[in-house]
């Protein structure tokens, strides 16, 4: 509990390290669920169905493994375990059902389309070409896109499977607490 004015869930899920080849599925389902207002996190649970007025899911992480986190914000009528079971559900459907090709292009023509046009300042080359030294394998930079596009909604369903488990998790209940407000 803290003086903060609303609720906060966070989720936290073990993964893979940058190194591994199975990384860019995990940024890959980080954008299926919440990049942008046609993710599914932002479309059902956001605007269709009112749980949250905000949410995210973001991967962490760099040589060392890192964590896929999901966090929102619920609606004042909503509780933190209601929020929490509303995302599970989301989870349940990516272990379930494959992910539509059209959803699975649109994240990685979103990605080529912003690595190619971050890659037009020599800086930002510069800067990945150093992050992929640190990485071992600089010749990643020219890799990336295409080991994104060849990411499959197999396998994006076999790491959900595998991943958004309850054994696998982190949950974190950050509640306001009114009588400091």
């Known amino acids: 509990r803290r003086s903060v004015p609303v609720d906060m869930l966070v989720m936290a899920f073990h993964m893979c390290d940058r190194r591994s080849r199975n990384y860019y599925a995990f940024d890959s389902l980080s954008d299926i669920l919440s990049n942008g207002a046609s993710s599914r996190l932002y479309q ?3 605007l269709d169905r009112k749980v949250f007025s905000s949410i995210d899911a973001y991967v962490s992480g760099s040589v060392d493994a890192g964590l896929f986190h999901i966090g929102g914000k ?7 375990s209601e929020a929490e079971a509303a995302i599970w559900e989301e989870l349940a459907l990516l272990k379930e059902e494959k992910i539509a090709d059209y959803e ?8 080529e389309s912003n690595y190619i046009f971050n890659n037009i300042s020599y800086l930002n080359v510069a800067t990945n070409i150093a992050w992929f030294e640190l990485l071992g394998d600089v010749e990643e930079i020219n890799r990336v896109v295409s080991d994104y596009k060849s ?4 396998l994006l369903q076999e790491i959900a499977k595998s991943t958004f488990i309850p054994e696998n998790s982190s949950v974190l209940y950050y509640r306001k607490d009114n009588t400091q407000l």
Do not use: C, G, Q, T
């Open 104 to 111: 699975l292009d649109k994240v990685k023509n979103k990605f």
């Open 74 to 80: 619920p609606h004042e009528r909503v509780s933190l």
């Open 151 to 154: 990411i499959s909604a197999e």
């Open 44 to 46: 059902r649970l956001v």
